[in-house]
């Protein structure tokens, strides 16, 4: 009879525990679905408009919005090299009505420039987004088919030839100094103060070469404006596997991309992380989302908080030094 009696109390306790289980399943699912309130989100960008960043979070935010049934707008604050979009982001409440999408360029900030904010404590990683990498890209006046005859190129100028940036420390000027270091050119640097000049001068002819993002080059590419010459990732995009990497070409060993991700302010509980993690990997896993990027040029990239917090170290730790490698300074 004793048994019995436990054997029934086991049976209500596996019971209540199921139910207890399906309920928190469906408190998580509907808690994700009731997105945090009815106040707006703002996702504050450092960069200006058009940048990928920029794309990407116009791309996320009408989806984010559908899936939570909460307004979230992009707001753009770039200045001072993306600081003052970051600091307004670290100093807004960790409640997460503030989100930020940005560019992995932007860990050089503190290396340049003192800034108020810390970049690791200042900021809660929530997720990887994807990866973008660049073409090694000359104007058709430039005499250079590959990279084997771009560097015999840029030798034979002894130090004339010029490249163009959107700025100090952005990806596009760390990625050429990364070159610089492993081929022995020398090239003269032209900072600019964005994007959208430096590519008009690089069409122009004003600028001999860049590297600049597959998304943009390719569509300057089609116009005739600039040639192609190599990726910057060690292995060939799946994007554009018709395009060569730099490391296939001879340049043994240069692997250079950028990565995109999502942050919220520093000290944001970790349930509202969580949250964000898991809607922003469900809306990158599907294929429209999965298609709009690859438009930009980026292929869907995620990860867990913790793996991001890591990735972001270990970035930052690289870019120090090819900034210290390469002398570079601050505008």
Do not use: C
């Not at 058009?50 to 979230?72: S, V």
């Not at 084997?148 to 990625?175: C, D, I």
């Not at 964005?194 to 008009?200: C, I, K, L, M, P």
């Amino acid at each position: 009879m004793h048994a019995f009696i436990d054997m029934k109390r086991t049976a209500g306790r596996r019971l209540v525990l199921a139910a207890a289980a399906a309920g928190l399943a469906l408190f998580s699912i509907g808690a994700i679905s009731q997105g945090l309130s009815s106040r707006p989100v703002k996702i504050v960008l450092a960069q200006t408009p058009g940048t990928t960043p920029d794309l990407l979070a116009r791309t996320l935010a009408p989806r984010l919005q559908a899936r939570w049934n909460q307004p979230f707008v992009v707001e753009n604050r770039a200045g001072a090299a993306g600081a003052i979009g970051m600091d307004a982001v670290a100093k807004a409440p960790p409640d997460g009505h503030t989100i930020n999408i940005n560019v992995s360029s932007t860990l050089t900030i503190p290396i340049f420039f003192k800034v108020p904010f810390d970049i690791f404590s200042g900021f809660a990683p929530i997720t990887m987004v994807g990866r973008n990498i660049f073409a090694l890209s000359v104007h058709p006046s430039v005499p250079a088919k590959d990279v084997k005859e771009f560097l015999a190129w840029a030798k034979a100028q002894g130090g004339r030839a010029n490249y163009g940036s959107p700025g100090n420390g952005t990806h596009h000027h760390l990625f050429m100094e990364q070159f610089k270091l492993m081929t022995g050119i020398e090239m003269t640097h032209i900072p600019y103060k964005g994007s959208a000049q430096a590519f008009t001068d690089l069409m122009g002819g004003q600028i001999s070469a860049m590297f600049v993002p597959m998304g943009a080059a390719l569509n300057m590419a089609k116009e005739g404006r600039i040639r192609l010459l190599g990726g910057s990732a060690r292995e060939r995009s799946s994007l554009t596997p018709e395009i060569p990497s730099v490391h296939e070409q001879g340049v043994t060993g240069f692997n250079m991309d950028a990565w995109f991700a999502a942050w919220a302010p520093g000290g944001t509980p970790h349930d509202i992380v969580g949250k964000y993690n898991t809607v922003l990997r469900e809306i990158l896993a599907e294929p429209e989302t999965r298609a709009a990027l690859n438009k930009q040029g980026v292929s869907v990239s995620v990860s867990t908080p913790e793996e991001l917090d890591r990735i972001n170290r270990n970035e930052y730790e690289l870019l120090a030094k090819l900034v210290k490698a390469a002398n570079i300074k601050g505008d």
